[in-house]
């Protein structure tokens, strides 16, 4: 190749990149959260560790938690008033340690996602994700009780071995979970996997996709668009944004961006609102409460005055 060649050659990768680059499509804008509040304590006596939560695809103002390990396979239904809607069986499914759980739309149909995942002795030869479509929910009824039957089941391992994990989520556009191990140190590995039977009749081997700079994660969730991910700690929790044109794993491996949770005892679940951007938290600790951290509305600004005009009079309200 001549000088000339190479230097044409050189201008043209340089220009492409630089045009790649100006079309690439900007992150999401940082949500303004504004300060947590607590909504109401939960109803029912029998949610006595919330160690999952998700907000309703299908039925308005709706959310799902479950116990911690202890309990069986049941999901509690309940709204933003606390008011004890119904609980449901998940047939054909065990709860050794369930720790977290989603909700998320493909197509017209809403499901949930139940992660049989903790593991705090290291042990556990595979864990479990359990899928079950969501039921429609009678408007006006309180205390249903239920089956949901059709779950399919996501067994799993992980590579090198056990590890311990409270924090699940699920990219409806991909339709991939992700899954966080809870470390005590600046560790918390982050793993991929398809939400589908493994062809082998074998569980799937996650991936592992990033290590998160973040101690002691205790719950994740990811927004409907796939756009945001939050990964909760007991104190505070850390949101991460990608790209249409970009993976998780490359989202996970920036810096990211702190938000203040509202104090809570034994904090272990965080989801998306409908909206993508609100977040509810529940506690392990009863009177189980339910938080919100809204989007903070934007401060009215003044018009400008022009010169010579004096300021508008206010009066105390």
């Not at 230097?7 to 790649?20: D, E, H, K, Y």
């Not at 039925?59 to 809607?85: C, E, I, M």
């Not at 071995?161 to 409806?172: L, S």
């Not at 392990?284 to 809204?294: A, C, G, H, I």
Request: glycine share 8%; net charge positive; aromatic share 6%.
């Amino acid at each position: 190749m001549t000088r000339t060649s190479a230097l044409a050659l050189t201008l043209l990768t340089a220009s492409v990149t630089a045009s790649a680059a100006e079309k690439a499509p900007p992150p999401p804008k940082p949500i303004p959260y504004g300060p947590g509040r607590q909504l109401c304590e939960l109803g029912n006596v029998e949610i006595e560790e919330s160690s999952g939560l998700a907000c309703s695809r299908r039925n308005r103002g709706v959310f799902w938690t479950h116990n911690d390990s202890g309990d069986g396979p049941r999901l509690y239904a309940f709204n933003r008033k606390g008011d004890h809607l119904g609980v449901f069986a998940i047939h054909g499914a065990r709860a050794r340690d369930w720790e977290d759980m989603a909700s998320f739309a493909r197509g017209r149909k809403s499901y949930l996602l139940v992660g049989d995942v903790g593991d705090n002795p290291g042990a556990r030869s595979k864990c479990t994700l359990y899928i079950v479509p969501e039921p429609r929910l009678a408007r006006g009824k309180r205390g249903v009780e239920g089956k949901l039957r059709g779950a399919q089941a996501v067994h799993f391992t992980y590579p090198g071995g056990p590890r311990n994990c409270e924090a699940v989520a699920v990219d409806p556009t991909t339709l991939t979970a992700y899954v966080v191990s809870k470390e005590v140190s600046l560790q918390c590995k982050a793993y991929a996997l398809p939400l589908r039977r493994n062809p082998s009749g074998k569980p799937w081997v996650a991936k592992a996709i990033a290590t998160l700079k973040v101690p002691v994660v205790t719950a994740m969730d990811i927004s409907p668009d796939g756009r945001r991910a939050i990964v909760l700690t007991y104190m505070h929790a850390c949101e991460y944004t990608r790209r249409p044109d970009e993976s998780w794993a490359q989202a996970f491996a920036r810096a990211p961006r702190v938000v203040a949770m509202p104090p809570r005892q034994q904090g272990e679940s965080i989801c998306y609102g409908p909206d993508g951007k609100t977040l509810y938290l529940t506690s392990e600790k009863t009177p189980t409460p339910l938080l919100e951290v809204p989007v903070a509305r934007p401060q009215a600004t003044s018009p400008p005055r022009r010169e010579g005009e004096a300021p508008a009079e206010t009066h105390p309200q």
